[in-house]
């Protein structure tokens, strides 16, 4: 029976955290154990332990508290040994039935063994976790773009070169331009001059690693300046001053974080020019024009 609840106790010691106790009675004489019902006086306080709480093992195997019971002139002597300190106490045996001193010596044997226990180790101290760190967003910063390229001119059947330059500030994929273009005619009457000013309205949105497209609009104005070759002529000369408006895209490839090259495919609307010498037409371009060009790009 004691082995059984020594067995019963090793389960909830596995179950839960509990201090180990023993209790010896092997210090008794063979004749006092048979007198004092040592069989059931080990059940009944392990059983009284074990309801207490406590891992009730056998005395040959380790235990953190050692009860022991004794012969004394009186009775018997029991003992309660801790890690830090021993307890002892006396029982009278004969002024009662065996299983009153059972009880009593139960109780006692609890008693000191809550009084050898050791006090439970407090728990380890939770780790200080650091206060969060405000991870401050990083300050915006405007993009600058600076491109130069060349083009061409498609007036009808004619075409022309075109310089392009154009300064861009971004706002994430939003973005403000300035862009100038001068295009030069030479036909065999007149020379023609074209300087073109705009501000254009821009998203560039990327496509793949590298990629991007960059759709946009604009409005400026395009200057015509013309001189004749032939000095007999009246108007040798002239100026035209024209509001005009663009539908661009840009095809755009990056190289580096900083260095890109792109593609231009404008469509511009602006007033229609004819140049006309005795019934025959010197140069014209009509109200719309395609521009084409390649641009190197450079940003900040």
Do not use: N
């Not at 040592?38 to 074990?50: N, Q």
Request: some cysteine.
């Amino acid at each position: 029976m004691t082995a059984l609840l020594c067995a019963l106790s090793l389960v909830v010691l596995t179950q839960a955290p509990a201090v180990s106790v023993s209790f010896d009675l092997r210090s008794l004489s063979e004749q006092d154990y048979r007198r004092w019902d040592g069989v059931e006086l080990e059940r009944k306080v392990a059983l009284r332990l074990i309801q207490e709480g406590f891992a009730v093992v056998s005395p040959r195997s380790p235990a953190q508290l050692r009860l022991r019971a004794s012969r004394s002139p009186e009775g018997l002597w029991l003992e309660a040994a801790g890690p830090r300190q021993r307890v002892e106490q006396g029982v009278r045996v004969g002024r009662g039935s065996l299983a009153e001193l059972h009880l009593e010596v139960a109780q006692k044997l609890s008693e000191m063994t809550r009084a050898v226990q050791p006090e439970p180790e407090p728990p380890p101290p939770e780790p200080a976790l650091p206060p969060p760190v405000e991870v401050a967003a990083a300050p915006w910063r405007p993009e600058l773009d600076l491109s130069l390229g060349l083009g061409t001119l498609w007036r009808g059947r004619g075409t022309d070169p075109l310089l392009l330059l154009s300064v861009r500030r971004g706002v994430e994929s939003f973005g403000l331009e300035a862009e100038a273009g001068l295009g030069v005619s030479r036909e065999a009457a007149l020379t023609v001059f074209e300087a073109q000013g705009g501000a254009f309205f821009s998203y560039r949105r990327s496509v793949a690693e590298r990629l991007q497209l960059e759709p946009g609009v604009g409005a400026g104005l395009v200057v015509h300046a013309f001189r004749l070759k032939d000095a007999w002529m009246s108007g040798q000369s002239g100026t035209q001053v024209s509001p005009a408006g663009w539908a661009r895209m840009k095809l755009r490839w990056r190289f580096t974080e900083r260095l890109a090259a792109e593609l231009r495919v404008a469509l511009g609307l602006l007033r229609p020019v004819t140049h006309v010498s005795e019934g025959g037409t010197l140069w014209s371009r009509g109200g719309a024009r395609l521009e084409t060009g390649v641009q190197l790009s450079w940003g900040q």
